[in-house]
T-cell receptor
């Protein structure tokens, strides 16, 4: 079974600075997908960024980028120019492609990020 | 486009009582998921539907939890009887298909407190 580990329960960063959230995972699969989800306080979870394992290029979405190290099974999220609205729980998640609609997300325990003014 | 709707947003019950949650996925989304998120943890999949059929319910405590998705649209999740350890946020999510770019869209969740 796949597992996802987020070793930083809480982090904080000053507004406009850069922060990196760590994620490692365990799988024997070669083809899979990795995600970072954001869950603001009392608000719903939204997708931040996605990485396909077969792509060597790291995904980027505006101020969000990942450092995907397949051999090390590491998938960190970098947030540049942090904003107050980035304060949230961040979850790393793994998905193995499957037939018949049976893909499912396996989540880590999350990292609580606080952006300070 | 309307997002995933869930109700109620909050529910407080006594242990051994019953409770039901409702989810309306994004229109056209064939796949629907129910997750349980205990405080301080990531969401855990309880059950996954593809249209009105169950794809995965391996982590659903079937002695007390049940779920259905009649007509392949709305879904209800029921707990009967509730235990203290069922206190959690219950998230519903949907996705358009099971293709390689399977993004799941989440609802706001129902926060259940069992006293």
């Amino acid at each position: 079974a796949q597992t996802v580990t987020q070793s930083q329960p809480e982090m904080s960063v000053q507004e406009a600075e850069t922060v990196t959230l760590s994620c490692t995972y365990d799988t024997s699969e070669n083809n899979y997908y990795l995600f970072w989800y954001k869950q603001p306080p009392s608000r719903q979870m939204i997708l931040v960024i996605r990485q396909e394992a077969y792509k060597q290029q790291n995904a980027t979405e505006n101020r969000f980028s990942v450092n995907f190290q397949k051999a090390a099974k590491s998938f960190s999220l970098k947030i540049s120019d942090s904003q107050l609205g980035d304060t949230a729980m961040y979850f790393c998640a793994f998905m193995k492609p499957a037939q018949g609609g049976s893909e499912k997300l396996v989540f880590g325990k999350g990292t609580k990020l606080t952006v300070n003014p | 486009e309307a997002g995933v709707a869930q109700s109620p947003r909050y529910k407080i019950i006594e242990k051994r009582q019953s409770v039901a949650f409702w989810c309306n996925p994004i229109s056209g989304h064939a796949t629907l998921y129910w997750y349980q998120q205990i405080l301080g943890q990531g969401p855990k999949l309880l059950i996954q539907f593809q249209n009105n059929g169950v794809v995965d319910d391996s982590q659903l405590p079937k002695d007390r939890f049940s779920a259905e998705r009649l007509k392949g649209v709305d879904s209800t999740l029921k707990i009967q009887p509730a235990k203290l350890e069922d206190s959690a946020v219950y998230l519903c999510a949907s996705s358009i298909n099971h293709g390689t770019r399977n993004e799941q869209f989440f609802g706001p969740g129902t926060r259940l407190t069992v006293l």
